[in-house]
C-alpha cells in the first residue's frame, strides 16, 4: 500500500521531514524502474541502482532481487525487488514484484562458430 506520493505506507513515515520525505520518494521510483527493466531480465537491479545513486541524501542498505518466496533469484518469472535505505536517521524498506523476461531459447542465441574470427557473437567474419 503506497501513500500518495509514492512513498510506501509505514509507521516510520512521519519522522521525515518534508525534504526528507521528497527524497525518500527515491525508493518507489527506484523499484518502478526495476520492475520496467525486469522485461530485460535481471538488468532490474541495475535500473533501480542507477535511480538510487543519483540521489545522494539516500543510504542504501541493500537492494536485492529474489524470487517470491525470497530465496535465492530466478532467470526468469516472477521476483521481489526490495530495498532498504536510511533517509536522515530514518530506515525505510520496500519492495515491488518484477516478472523477468524469459530467456530466449538456445537455438535462437547466436554465437560464433569454434575457429571463427568473428569478434563479436553474430558477426560473421568477412573472408579474404
Do not use: C, F, K
Amino acid at each position: 500500500v503506497r501513500e500518495s506520493d509514492g512513498l510506501a505506507m509505514s509507521s516510520r513515515n512521519v519522522h521525515l521531514t518534508p525534504q526528507q520525505r521528497r527524497v525518500a520518494v527515491a525508493l518507489s521510483a527506484a523499484l518502478a524502474a526495476g520492475a520496467h527493466a525486469g522485461a530485460r531480465g535481471a538488468e532490474a537491479v541495475l535500473a533501480a541502482r542507477r535511480v538510487l545513486d543519483a540521489e545522494l541524501a539516500v543510504a542504501v542498505d541493500y537492494l536485492v532481487l529474489r524470487d517470491r518466496r525470497l530465496g535465492p533469484a530466478p532467470d526468469h518469472g516472477e521476483a521481489r525487488l526490495l530495498v532498504a535505505a536510511t533517509v536522515g536517521t530514518t530506515r525505510l524498506i520496500d519492495n515491488v514484484g518484477v516478472r523477468l523476461a524469459t530467456p530466449a531459447p538456445e537455438e535462437t542465441q547466436i554465437t560464433p562458430d569454434p575457429g571463427s574470427s568473428a569478434a563479436l557473437p553474430g558477426v560473421r567474419a568477412v573472408e579474404e
